[in-house]
């Protein structure tokens, strides 16, 4: 856990979902694999050929951005894939209860922070696999909101997501703390925005949250 700030104030928590709030490195790896498999079918290419360009171009656009990690639906749309059709393939090619059951220590915690503060999601996944992925841990009543790829229309770490998720908290940016496991996508854009940041290596530093903020 790396914590890099926490507001004062705090009344809204933002959560990332995937690796942030359960760890499966098999689920982590197939939600990416998957579209990358169904990319290679349309442009009637191998399963390898197609992992190998959004690997290689990921890395070499992270070269160029100071090591800087880019999202696979801003890597797509760079192969002539709009965030419109990938959402669509999001919502129909994924599927979290094949690989992910109930928590219960998520739940407790969960249910503990929503008794100081509100709770809301943002992700580059759409609203729709979001919601499967928060129901198949046992937590989606915890949740206020979600703000998904295809609610903005726009993929972390653009701010538009995280400014949406202080709006519907209602609550000031500095009132806000984004956790998250990548800093690049989930907390350097909020610690601009003058929220707080806080990195998780998985779900069990999010489970130490209840011992660390009430």
Known sequence: MNIFKIPEKLKTIIFDIDSTLYTNADYAFEQVDVQVRHFASIKKISCSQARSMVSDYRKEWAKAHNGQKISLANTMKAFGI????????????????????????????????KSKYNLICVTNNPVLPAKKTLDALGILDKISDIIGLDTCGISKPAKEPFLLAAEKAKCKCEECLSVGDR????????LELNMGALEVEGVTDVYKLPEILI
């Open 82 to 113: 709009s965030i419109e059709e990938s959402i669509e393939w999001r919502k129909t090619l994924i599927e979290p209860a094949e690989y992910l059951g109930e928590d219960k220590k998520l739940q407790e915690t969960m249910e503990k922070l």
């Open 183 to 190: 800093y690049d996508i989930d907390l350097a854009v909020p």
